[in-house]
Nanobody, 133 residues
Framework: QLQLVESGGGVVQPGGSLSLSCTASGSTLDYRAIGWFRQAPGKEREGVSC????????YYADSVKGRFTIDRDFAKNMVYLHMRDLQPEDTATYSC??????????????????????????WGQGTQVTVSS
């Protein structure tokens, strides 16, 4: 059974950068869409960035466009979230999740995934990112 483990969180000053990693074990990430999500205390979980099964399409929340980049390494069975120009409002627990569905064209599939309009198939436990001076 596929398991996801996030790492790379920490404390960073405003304007700083962090890269998060999501490592899969038990099965391959190939042919699965994968996304990063975050939840701040007292707030709803939101989709940050999602990438399609074939990496042909990606989606970014408006709040992170131009600052965050999602990246997959098929050989290492890992997905990354590279974050720059971090701001206090980026403080949250970041989790990765997968979507095994294959019923939509990629650019619609990643939008649906990040908007969580269908239940996702597996989640990691999350890693904390704190942006504070």
């Amino acid at each position: 059974q596929l398991q996801l483990v996030e790492s790379g969180g920490g404390v960073v000053q405003p304007g700083g950068s962090l890269s998060l990693s999501c490592t899969a074990s038990g099965s391959t990430l190939d042919y699965r869409a994968i996304g990063w999500f975050r939840q701040a205390p007292g707030k709803e979980r939101e989709g940050v960035s999602c990438i399609s099964r074939s990496d042909s399409a990606s989606y970014y929340a408006d709040s992170v466009k131009g600052r965050f980049t999602i990246d997959r390494d098929f050989a290492k069975n890992m997905v990354y979230l590279h974050m720059r120009d971090l701001q206090p409002e980026d403080t949250a627990t970041y989790s990765c999740a997968i979507d095994n569905s294959n019923d939509m064209v990629p650019f619609l599939a990643v939008r649906r995934m990040c908007r969580m309009t269908r239940p996702l198939d597996s989640w990691g436990q999350g890693t904390q990112v704190t942006v504070s001076s």
